[in-house]
């Protein structure tokens, strides 16, 4: 009772404010880009990313650079680098991804060792800092939100070609190698510019859980789409005021909810099954 008293004085503040809105932008982006990632199999892209992107944080510190800048050019970097990989080598891309990752987390290691003066507070990019949003940062989501969405409009076709088959999209004079580069990238700007408000190590559950709970849900592609965008934006939105609330991390709320929120499309989707 007391906590729900306190939600209008809650809701009230600006930064709560601006956290809800960011929580909403960035769990719907990740929704809408995690549809398709999952079905293209680059679920495991965006976790490689994330962990990954601790090596642009360090190169950051080290270059005396806020390294929240430093995000976007690394991340469209190690897209760039994975895609090469994955044309490159007949190894799988969740080997190749898991050998990238591992590999810069090691490197990031490394070069933290090396940092002695840095006073800086590394949590807030480790486990999101999303009550600390900034206006512009909304902006800057916000663009990101309608450039991707525009993006999946005018590709649309191709990506279901691609995501049915890429033998299949070839034979409707699809441009694979090109669909597939420009959405890595996406993905890839999207994760380094939410990595603020989620966090290095949290980034994935926003990308992944919504489309997973969706896909037990939908059975037609455009529902499946929608249903992603609006699991990830609602359970941001409910994880923030449950954080808020009770005064814990609200990174970690938003994913616990996310979960929940999973679960229960599991149990639907098995009622639905055995009626």
Known sequence: MAAVEALPAL??????QRALLGGL??????????SVA??????????????????????GILLGVNPTLVLVPFAVLFALLVNQLVQRSRLPTDALLNIVYSTSLALAVLALSLVDTYRGNIQPLLFGDILGI??????????????????????????????LSDDLAGAFG???????????????????????AVGVLLISAFVVIPACAARLVSRRFSSYVLTSVLLGGSCAVLGLLGSGLTNLP??????????AGFLLALL????????
């Open 25 to 34: 932008l960035t769990g719907a982006l990740g929704g809408l880009l995690g």
């Open 250 to 259: 609200s990174g970690p709320c938003v994913v616990v909810v996310q979960f």
């Open 134 to 163: 900034s206006w512009p940062d909304l902006w800057v989501i916000a663009g990101l939100s309608v450039l991707a969405l525009g993006y999946l409009i005018v590709s649309l076709r191709a990506q279901v070609l691609v995501i």
């Open 174 to 196: 699809v441009q694979i190698s090109a669909h597939r580069l420009a959405f890595i990238v996406l993905l890839a700007v999207v994760v380094a510019v939410s990595i603020k």
């Open 11 to 16: 809701l009230a503040l600006p930064f709560m």
């Open 268 to 275: 639907w989707s098995r009622l639905v099954v055995r009626t």
């Open 38 to 59: 999952v079905l293209r199999q680059l679920s495991f892209f965006s976790d490689a990313l994330g962990h990954s992107a601790l090596l642009g944080i360090s190169l």
